[in-house]
């Protein structure tokens, strides 16, 4: 295996895969749904179960993933969750029963919460810093491309009704993961934070991008020698120092939820056909959501690197805070529309378009890109996973109760709310958020080490006499 080294673009095509099926996993279900029934009973409730088995188990996943990758390694990690998804996939597709179904579902969660915290850990730790934005955001062009994706499959298959094909296909690109990752190496920073510097450099040796290798070890050596605490759960909830990172990452992982974007992800087929559209038309136009969104990913690529992650998250928040305030506005004062050609119709159509791409080429890859990049290595899986959990248990919140809210108060007045969700979302970036582009992840760390003081506590500490040599 040792032979066969693989080139840069290998490594972050593999290491980003596993978005792909996150994505294909969030967006197969919808069309799925539609012809379960042919098969098993469904209840309103036994529906919603199916739907939300997947959002819980990823909590879960996200929940044990951040100490798994610490643990394990990011690499066996991912294979891991490979395994998972392929087994998960199976049996949803042959599940004789609605049980095994959701029990099924439950289980793909579990890779898809684990796949949500060690993809995007993965990139930002094996990518030369000058591009790691551009490199970690591959994980969600995987994420939107997987959606897209699903969409597709379930406009070829409504024909047949075939679910059982649809959710099976998953088993292919999981299984293709699982092989290709045996190949793929290790980060230099897990192996370095394991005492495995040979192996580092090595890896290091054959990345492009780093030219001095045992420069980069030393670095990362240094900021681990500076940092507080022990690395468990208890312990990272007391470092006080890693508390201004943690608030960052989880704000982000957050407000990424409350804005709203799954309700248009999960519900646009049905947003579209409340506003006049007929049932095909709906799914051709959620298609076309499904296009933008990897197009304005695309875009994202090429400017995060160049514009900043704070500029791109303050432009996002603005373009959605707009799209959502007109949507809102126009769903509460316009007549109920019962064609597509209505006014309030086409606002819908234009808005969810206009909102799809300010997120697309903003908040979805900058947020996954930045959660690993402001934690500290030695509790960078572990502090992932409280993040990506908040992320998860945001999605839930905002995925389950946006029918439940849209029967109580309608269409408009919710969709205000998710602008009034904007609102927060951008002062919460004003305060908290500092650009990570162009510094390594050892300088991000050691600036929030000097910020909180810990280093001038170790010098303190190095420069007190100890008990043995007074
Ligand atoms: C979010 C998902 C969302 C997807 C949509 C991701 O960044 O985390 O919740 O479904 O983007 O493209």
């Known amino acids: 295996m040792e032979a066969l080294r693989p080139s840069g673009k290998m490594i972050y095509f593999f290491g980003a895969l596993g978005g792909l099926l996150f994505g294909y996993d969030t967006g197969v279900i919808s069309g799925a749904l539609l012809f379960i029934p042919d098969d098993f009973k469904l209840t309103p409730f036994l529906q919603g179960a199916i739907v939300a088995a997947l959002l819980l188990g990823a909590m879960v996943g996200a929940g044990f993933?951040?100490?798994?990758?610490?643990?394990?390694?990011?690499?066996?990690?991912?294979?891991?969750?490979?395994?998972?998804?392929?087994?998960?996939?199976?049996?949803?597709?042959?599940?004789?029963?609605?049980?095994?179904?959701?029990?099924?579902?439950?289980?793909?969660?579990?890779?898809?919460?684990?796949?949500?915290?060690?993809?995007?850990?993965?990139?930002?730790?094996?990518?030369?810093?000058?591009?790691?934005?551009?490199?970690?955001?591959?994980?969600?062009?995987?994420?939107?491309?997987?959606?897209?994706?699903?969409?597709?499959?379930?406009?070829i298959l409504a024909s047949s009704g075939d679910w059982r094909l649809m959710l099976g296909l998953a088993a292919v690109p999981s299984l293709i993961l699982l092989v290709g990752m045996f190949f793929m190496p290790e980060t230099p920073r897990h192996l370095v934070h394991s005492g495995e510097e040979d192996t580092a450099r090595d890896v290091l040796e054959d990345l492009p991008g780093d030219e001095r290798p045992q420069d980069r070890i030393e670095e990362i050596r240094e900021v681990e020698q500076h940092e507080e605490g022990d690395t468990g759960l208890r312990g990272l909830l007391k470092a006080k120092w890693v508390r201004p990172a943690l608030i960052v990452a989880s704000g982000l992982a957050i407000f990424q939820q409350f804005v709203g974007i799954n309700t248009i992800i999960y519900y646009a087929p049905t947003t579209l056909t409340n506003v006049g559209f007929g049932k095909t038309s709906a799914i051709y136009a959620n298609l076309v959501i499904g296009v933008v969104n990897v197009g304005m990913t695309i875009i994202a690529i090429r400017l995060i690197d160049r514009a900043g992650r704070k500029p791109l998250l303050i432009a996002g928040v603005a373009g959605m805070f707009l799209s959502l305030l007109v949507l809102g506005v126009s769903l509460s004062v316009l007549a109920t529309p019962h064609h597509p050609g209505d006014p309030a119709a086409i606002i819908t159509l234009v808005c969810l378009g206009t909102f799809i791409a300010s997120f697309a080429a903003t908040w979805g890859p900058v947020v996954w890109v930045m959660i690993p990049e402001v934690l500290p290595l030695s509790v960078r899986g572990t502090a992932m996973g409280i993040a990506v959990l908040a992320n998860w248990a945001a999605n839930f919140l905002v995925s389950q109760t946006f029918p439940i809210l849209l029967n109580k108060f309608g269409a408009g007045p919710v969709f205000l709310g998710y602008a009034g969700m904007g609102v927060l979302a951008f002062l919460f970036v004003m305060k908290f958020v500092t650009e990570t582009k162009g510094r390594s992840l050892e300088e991000i760390e050691t600036d929030l080490q000097r910020a909180t003081g810990t280093r001038e506590r170790r010098q303190e500490r190095e420069q007190q006499p100890t008990a043995l040599s007074r």
């Open 65 to 155: 993933a951040g100490r798994l990758a610490d643990r394990l390694g990011r690499r066996n990690l991912i294979i891991a969750a490979a395994i998972i998804f392929t087994v998960g996939s199976l049996l949803a597709a042959l599940a004789p029963t609605v049980g095994v179904l959701i029990a099924a579902r439950f289980i793909i969660g579990l890779a898809v919460g684990s796949a949500a915290l060690v993809v995007p850990l993965y990139l930002s730790e094996i990518a030369p810093t000058e591009v790691r934005g551009a490199i970690a955001s591959l994980n969600q062009l995987m994420i939107v491309s997987g959606i897209l994706a699903a969409f597709i499959v379930n406009a």
